[in-house]
């Protein structure tokens, strides 16, 4: 069970959202490459970027900190991002900058011939993002929900060619609640590529519940808040992660 930290940024700098209001932003660093380098020092082996501004602009808009944060990571693990991603020149843009995935979430929802066209042109470096409140899915930074079953729409999905989902429980997310096991579980047992858990891992709790499903079909975890917060250590967390995966 792989955990990865996520970096939220916004104006540049690193923050976290509750649920996803941008107008309830906590802000944890005004320097995101540091905040790169030290999950990287505690053990993290993928790196979660989200461009919140870029999210509700429809395009990137925190390129600079983006880059800062490439350019200090390197090759040393992975790095994906999410957030304004909504033509196939931007994907571009972002591997070339040194991107290993790229998600994409609202433009795969409303324009989904965008998203089979991105996994055509960039196969194994798209992954898609799928938030969703009692089992259906919402867009526009969830603004706004929509009548899609979020099981159904991952299905079509797979059939794309994307590398994995992410799915987050938009009811949970930066709440520190608990991460919602059935749910994360049953879209896992529906489909044959991984799903990456988001949204609501509080505690060591949480990590021990996902590792104890991670058969279903759960690759990873993104957390945010809690190791922000301190209610999770992030180094300890990986290390009973992989003592439970029997890595």
């Known amino acids: 069970?792989?955990?990865?930290?996520?970096?939220?940024?916004?104006?540049?700098?690193?923050?976290?959202?509750?649920?996803?209001a941008m107008d309830d932003a906590t802000v944890f660093s005004e320097d995101p490459a540091a905040m790169a380098r030290h999950w990287i020092d505690q053990g993290a082996r993928r790196l979660h970027l989200v461009d919140l501004n870029g999210a509700f602009a429809g395009k990137p808009k925190n390129e600079a900190a983006i880059k800062a944060i490439l350019q200090e990571v390197g090759e040393e693990i992975p790095v994906q991002l999410g957030g304004g991603i909504?033509?196939?020149?931007?994907?571009?843009?972002?591997?070339?900058?040194?991107?290993?995935?790229?998600?994409?979430?609202?433009?795969?929802?409303?324009?989904?011939?965008?998203?089979?066209?991105?996994?055509?042109?960039?196969?194994?470096?798209?992954?898609?993002?799928?938030?969703?409140?009692?089992?259906k899915v919402a867009v526009d930074g969830w603004s706004k929900m929509t009548g899609h079953d979020v099981v159904d729409l991952a299905k079509k999905f797979e059939d794309y060619g994307v590398e994995a989902v992410i799915y987050t429980d938009i009811g949970r997310d930066g709440?520190?609640?608990?991460?919602?096991?059935?749910?994360?579980?049953?879209?896992?047992?529906?489909?044959?590529?991984?799903?990456?858990?988001?949204?609501?891992?509080?505690?060591?709790?949480?990590?021990?519940?996902?590792?104890?499903?991670?058969?279903?079909?759960?690759?990873?975890?993104?957390?945010?808040?809690?190791?922000?917060?301190?209610?999770?250590?992030?180094?300890?967390?990986?290390?009973?992660?992989?003592?439970?995966?029997?890595?």
């Open 1 to 20: 069970m792989l955990l990865i930290p996520a970096i939220d940024l916004k104006d540049g700098h690193c923050v976290r959202l509750k649920q996803g």
């Open 86 to 135: 909504r033509d196939l020149d931007t994907i571009e843009r972002c591997l070339d900058d040194g991107l290993t995935y790229v998600i994409i979430g609202t433009a795969a929802v409303k324009n989904p011939g965008f998203l089979h066209d991105a996994c055509g042109a960039f196969p194994g470096h798209i992954i898609v993002g799928l938030d969703a409140r009692d089992g």
């Open 175 to 247: 709440m520190l609640s608990g991460v919602n096991i059935e749910a994360t579980v049953k879209l896992a047992q529906a489909l044959r590529i991984p799903v990456i858990a988001s949204g609501g891992i509080a505690s060591m709790k949480d990590v021990k519940a996902l590792c104890a499903v991670q058969g279903e079909g759960i690759s990873g975890a993104i957390t945010g808040r809690a190791i922000y917060e301190g209610t999770l250590d992030f180094r300890k967390a990986q290390a009973e992660a992989d003592k439970l995966s029997g890595r």
